[in-house]
């Protein structure tokens, strides 16, 4: 590719590696509410949300015996579907050790930090598809595409699709189409390719963009024909 895609792919696959370490992180955060008898992913939608987050950081501060129902109840945001006695009862008798605060404190101080890395990669992301902005402006028009997205899918293809021989080609490079397995004339059923390993995981989530979009439904309606007969992992990579 051209030195400056080179470049974006450099800073697109830097931002994919902190998302990774990002969901690592979080996995270690919800160990530590596990552990420690803390219930709030059973009744929060996030368990990074705000709400979330700050009852999070009231029971640091607290133990079991001394938190206070109205103090939960000021914490919850208006757009939380959870009532202030679910939140209370999905914390009530927890017990968070030395070594647990510690290390929720240390992950949680990680977490902040990779969001602001993250955040920063994206912005020079930005800055360096500028020149192909309108690019990224026709991509972004399909249902499930961002902005952030296109620009994500425009790092690792490039703009010149002469280097495709057809649409078909272009799946195959992205590692979404199954592997040839055919034997004494029978064609017999086989997984995906393993190429792709930073754009496929993209068009993954654009797909599960695309199916939950209720002003263009179309790809919503195909998934739904591919899932009764081919179950749902295969309906979401074949609409990626």
Same mark, same amino acid.
């Given at each position: 590719p051209?030195?400056?895609f080179?470049q974006l792919?450099e800073i697109s696959r830097?931002r994919?590696?902190?998302v990774?370490?990002?969901?690592?992180e979080?996995n270690?955060?919800q160990?530590?509410m596990t552990v420690s008898?803390?219930?709030l992913?059973?009744?929060v939608?996030?368990p990074?949300?705000k709400?979330?987050?700050?009852?999070?950081?009231y029971?640091l501060?607290?133990?079991s015996?001394?938190?206070? *129902?109205k103090?939960?109840? !000021?914490m919850?945001? +208006?757009?939380? =579907? &959870?009532t /202030?006695d679910e939140?209370f009862?999905s914390?009530?008798?927890?017990t968070?050790e030395?070594?647990?605060?510690?290390?929720?404190?240390l992950?949680r101080?990680?977490?902040?930090?990779?969001?602001?890395?993250?955040?920063s990669?994206e912005?020079?992301?930005?800055?360096r598809?500028?020149p192909?902005?309108?690019?990224?402006?026709?991509v972004?028009?399909m249902?499930?595409m961002?902005q952030?997205s296109s620009?994500i899918v425009l790092?690792?293809?490039?703009?010149?699709?002469?280097?495709?021989d057809?649409?078909g080609?272009l799946?195959s490079w992205?590692?979404l189409?199954p592997?040839?397995? *055919?034997?004494a004339?029978? !064609?017999?059923?086989s +997984?995906?390719? =393993? &190429?792709g /390993?930073y754009l496929k995981?993209?068009?993954?989530?654009?797909?599960l963009a695309?199916?939950?979009?209720?002003?263009q439904?179309?790809?919503a309606?195909k998934?739904?024909?591919?899932?009764k007969r081919r179950?749902?992992?295969?309906?979401?990579?074949?609409?990626a």
């Amino acid at each position: 590719p051209p030195k400056d895609f080179r470049q974006l792919r450099e800073i697109s696959r830097y931002r994919f590696k902190l998302v990774c370490m990002k969901t690592s992180e979080k996995n270690r955060v919800q160990n530590c509410m596990t552990v420690s008898n803390i219930a709030l992913a059973n009744y929060v939608s996030d368990p990074f949300s705000k709400t979330a987050t700050d009852i999070m950081s009231y029971l640091l501060q607290h133990t079991s015996d001394d938190i206070c *129902e109205k103090d939960i109840q !000021k914490m919850i945001r +208006k757009n939380s =579907k &959870a009532t /202030a006695d679910e939140l209370f009862a999905s914390i009530k008798g927890y017990t968070i050790e030395a070594d647990q605060a510690k290390k929720l404190e240390l992950a949680r101080n990680h977490l902040e930090y990779l969001d602001g890395m993250i955040k920063s990669t994206e912005t020079e992301l930005y800055i360096r598809i500028k020149p192909y902005w309108d690019y990224v402006e026709f991509v972004s028009t399909m249902p499930g595409m961002t902005q952030l997205s296109s620009t994500i899918v425009l790092a690792e293809t490039g703009v010149n699709m002469a280097i495709f021989d057809d649409s078909g080609h272009l799946c195959s490079w992205c590692g979404l189409t199954p592997r040839s397995n *055919e034997s004494a004339g029978k !064609k017999y059923s086989s +997984k995906i390719m =393993k &190429a792709g /390993a930073y754009l496929k995981p993209m068009m993954v989530q654009c797909a599960l963009a695309a199916i939950a979009s209720k002003k263009q439904p179309y790809f919503a309606i195909k998934s739904r024909r591919i899932k009764k007969r081919r179950g749902h992992k295969k309906a979401i990579i074949a609409i990626a």
